[in-house]
């Protein structure tokens, strides 16, 4: 059974950093590309935002326009874990972070397709950030 979960969230002032952890189990980290979304409590019915994506087969990561330069994901496959370095944060970018796994070995190339939930097939449970003006 494939299962991944969060970790690493809090509460941090803007300016601040924070690493999100996302552990799998049930297959390895080659297998299949890992996303990291977030969702907006304020607009509880707006789809979740991609907000970075490691591809699976050859570790290709993509970055939403609001992620470039600030974050960072990576993956230790020893830990079979994937982190997502959050700096320079900005209220804004408070919400519940989830990563999700998709499934499969992709080779598609580009955010517009990694940041659509739909392709994902496998969700942890998310993890609160909050951050502070």
């Known amino acids: 059974q494939w299962l991944v979960a969060e970790s690493g969230g809090g509460l941090v002032q803007s300016g601040g950093s924070l690493k999100l952890s996302c552990g799998a189990s049930g297959f390895n980290l080659d297998r299949s590309a890992i996303g990291w979304f977030r969702q907006d409590p304020g607009k509880p019915g707006k789809e979740r935002e991609g907000?970075?994506?490691?591809?699976?087969?050859?570790?290709?990561?993509y970055y939403a326009d609001s992620a470039k330069g600030r974050f960072a994901i990576s993956r230790d496959n020893a830990e079979n874990t994937v982190y997502l370095q959050m700096n320079s944060l900005k209220v804004e970018d408070t919400g519940t972070y989830y990563c999700?796994?998709?499934?499969?070995?992709?080779?598609?190339?580009?955010?517009?397709?990694?940041?659509?939930?739909?392709?994902?097939?496998?969700w942890g449970q998310g993890t609160q950030v909050t951050v502070s003006s």
């Open positions: 999700a796994a998709e499934g499969r070995d992709s080779y598609y190339s580009g955010i517009d397709y990694y940041s659509r939930i739909n392709h994902y097939d496998y």
């Open positions: 907000v970075a994506c490691i591809r699976g087969n050859d570790g290709t990561t």
